[in-house]
């Protein structure tokens, strides 16, 4: 069975000394309870649980996976309980408002202990993982009542809750989807149609199931400016606010899928569901998209938990697997064989996996940053700046660390060689529940196409300047620094690089709107290798810092200033051909007519 024990020396080192964020909780109103030994606390705990309750559950959830029977879903054995005890922990509401029941920590803390939960659980993950969405949702745009009925459930973790978009013929493209919301006489609404895919949309986990569904009023105009947002509970709560009658909600089937099989992915048919419209009508997708920035985030997470929990599993193997001698003679003469650890392509695997779980760890740890400046920073400046960061990085920490993601749980499987293909070391599984993060809560292309369309071109490039601007300011204040020179200069070329491309594209686009989408994934990729290494330069500055300073922790700097070499020589390297492929611009794309795609054969 995998193993994991979570990453608490380097979290410390990210929040604590590279990201200060000892004074970032203490400016946070409410933050100042986050003192560094209550949240060193809480990660140990939530490592313990995600160790010793969520990991052994892992494996067998995978090879168990839900079960439908009479219309009720039962998650695989064990998830109900460690639920509970998740629940009884008071961990679902860490980082809600005290209002509504929460604990009022900060978001980034959830997020952290989030990145633990992943690595070890990530079918079961889902199950509490979009009730922070729901809530959030319900928070921004519910009324008083709907507050009042279903937020303190669904902070505290009693009920969860899920998102219901996607229908047979539609997922991306939400302007199409045929659930119709008919007024009633006392002013709900009768929700009719069938979503599919909706994680967690039934299951014995929690008493009730609160259903944040998209839908379409009578009158509603064509499109994506016609539809809007319904909560829809699975019991609908009594006088007490318990839950009560059965709902006209229920789960068709399951889907039988690639990974995450300890998660219940179902066909949910709305049969006149009672539903409460939330926010105003029509404007149900601007509210979902409150759920769909955190939920994105989320699945940025998922990418990075992923990859941490293969990277300590192909590390543990490399140093114990004995093949071969090393190239330049035996390393450990008193073995049969040296272990695989000592020849140079396993280390670019591992070096690899571990670059991106370090570079993810710290791109989390900055956006979450954001997050909690924009939800409680004290001066608007200073939230509109956050802001501005947070919607640009968003889409990025969504795709790049899930599209790198899937890269390491793949080397992962390639350390372990054929072994790593069999499902009793638990490789494979990391690779096949990675997959799905690349896809759901809009695939890479739909984030590309956010990141560049949306977030940078329409804003001119101003967003992309306020994040260029301060890697200029880190560049420019580095400059003499000779220690650091083999990153500051190559940073330097790629932060002035980023903005010409963009002009670039944005030039062509002018002209031809493909240009857009066809540079999009690359243009993605080319940010997200950007931004960890502004961010890997800043842990190797921090780390020689600590160095100078005569730590007695000189291992892990050293170990940190090797890793951002790597990852700036041997991984860098990509943004060159992102950058290519960008400038090839739309024509070798778009030449093949669809017709001629298919010459050769017929279908
Ligand atoms: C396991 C699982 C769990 C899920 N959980 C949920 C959930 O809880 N709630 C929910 O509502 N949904 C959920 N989904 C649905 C998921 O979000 C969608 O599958 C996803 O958004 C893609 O939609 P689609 O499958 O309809 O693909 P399509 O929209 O048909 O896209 C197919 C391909 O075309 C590309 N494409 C489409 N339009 C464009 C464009 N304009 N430009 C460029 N490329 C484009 C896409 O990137 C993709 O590669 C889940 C799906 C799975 C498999």
């Known amino acids: 069975m995998p193993d994991y024990q979570a990453p608490l020396r380097d979290l410390r080192f990210v929040m604590d000394e590279m990201l200060d964020y000892p004074s970032h909780y203490a400016r946070l109103p409410g933050g100042e309870e986050a003192t560094p030994d209550v949240v060193a606390a809480i990660l140990e705990e939530g490592a313990r649980f995600a160790r010793e309750v969520l990991l052994p559950l892992n494996q067998s959830g995978d090879q168990e996976g839900c079960l439908l029977e009479g219309g009720e879903v039962k998650a695989p054995k064990g998830f109900r309980e460690a639920y509970q005890q998740f629940v009884e922990g008071g961990w679902p509401s860490l980082a809600a408002d005290p209002v509504h029941g929460g604990q009022g920590l900060p978001h980034s803390l959830a997020m952290a202990l989030n990145e633990m939960i992943c690595s070890t659980n990530l079918a079961w993950g889902m199950y509490p993982g979009l009730s922070h969405g729901a809530a959030d949702a319900l928070r921004h745009h519910g009324t008083e009542q709907q507050q009042a009925t279903y937020l303190t459930k669904l902070v505290e973790g009693v009920w969860t809750g899920t998102m219901c978009l996607t229908e047979p013929h539609c997922g991306t493209d939400l302007g199409l989807i045929k659930t119709r919301a008919v007024p009633t006489a006392d002013g709900a609404y009768e929700i009719t149609g069938t979503k599919i895919f909706i994680s967690a949309g039934e299951h014995d986990l929690a008493e009730n199931i609160v259903h944040l569904v998209l839908a379409k009023l009578p009158d509603a105009p064509e499109g994506s400016k016609g539809i809007s947002l319904f909560v829809v509970p699975k019991f609908l709560p009594d006088a007490e606010g318990n839950p009560g009658e059965r709902n006209g909600v229920s789960c068709g089937s399951l889907e039988h899928k690639m990974g995450i099989h300890g998660n219940a992915t179902c066909v949910m048919n709305f049969d006149a569901a009672r539903g409460f419209l939330v926010g105003p009508p029509n404007k149900g997708l601007a509210c979902m998209f409150t759920m769909m920035n955190a939920a ?46 000592v020849h140079p392509d396993v280390r670019r695997m591992l070096l690899t996996q571990k670059a991106f779980a370090e570079g993810g760890r710290m791109l989390v740890l900055y956006t979450a940053q954001m997050l909690d400046i ?4 004290r001066d608007a400046a200073e939230r509109e700046h956050a ?8 889409p990025i920490v969504k795709a790049f660390l899930t599209e790198v993601g899937f890269e390491a749980t793949n080397e992962g499987v390639q350390v372990f060689g054929g072994h790593g293909f069999i499902q009793e070391w638990g ?37 992309l300047k306020v994040f260029t601007k301060e890697i200029h300011k880190f560049c420019k204040a580095e400059e003499g620094n000779a220690e650091l020179a083999e990153f500051v200069a190559p940073l330097a070329k790629l932060n002035a690089e980023w903005g010409e491309l963009t002009m670039g594209i944005g030039m062509k686009a002018m002209n031809d709107r493909e240009e857009v989408g066809a540079a999009s994934v690359d243009y993605l990729m080319y940010s997200g290798y950007v931004t960890l290494a502004y961010l890997f330069a800043r842990a190797a500055k921090q780390a020689r810092e600590a160095l100078a300073a005569g730590s007695d922790d000189a291992a892990f700097y050293e170990a940190k200033i090797k ?41």
């Open 296 to 341: 994105r985030l989320g699945v940025g997470i998922q990418g990075l938990g992923l990859t941490e929990a293969s990277f300590q599993n192909a590390l543990a193997y490399a140093r114990d697997r004995l093949q071969m001698r090393s190239l330049s003679g035996p390393q450990a003469p008193e073995k049969p064989a040296d272990p695989i650890i």
């Open 374 to 377: 924009v939800e409680h920073g």
């Open 387 to 394: 802001e501005t960061l947070l919607s640009l990085l968003t």
């Open 427 to 463: 490789m494979e599984q990391l690779v096949r529940d990675s997959r799905i993060t690349r896809l759901y809560e809009g695939t890479t292309g739909i984030q590309a196409l956010d990141l560049l369309g949306r977030k940078v071109l329409m804003s001119q490039g101003e967003s």
């Open 563 to 603: 890793t951002a070499r790597f990852y700036f020589q041997r991984l860098l390297p990509r943004t060159l051909a992102h950058a290519r492929m960008i400038q090839a611009g739309a024509e070798p794309l778009m030449a093949l007519s669809p017709e001629a795609f298919g010459l050769g054969f017929e279908i």
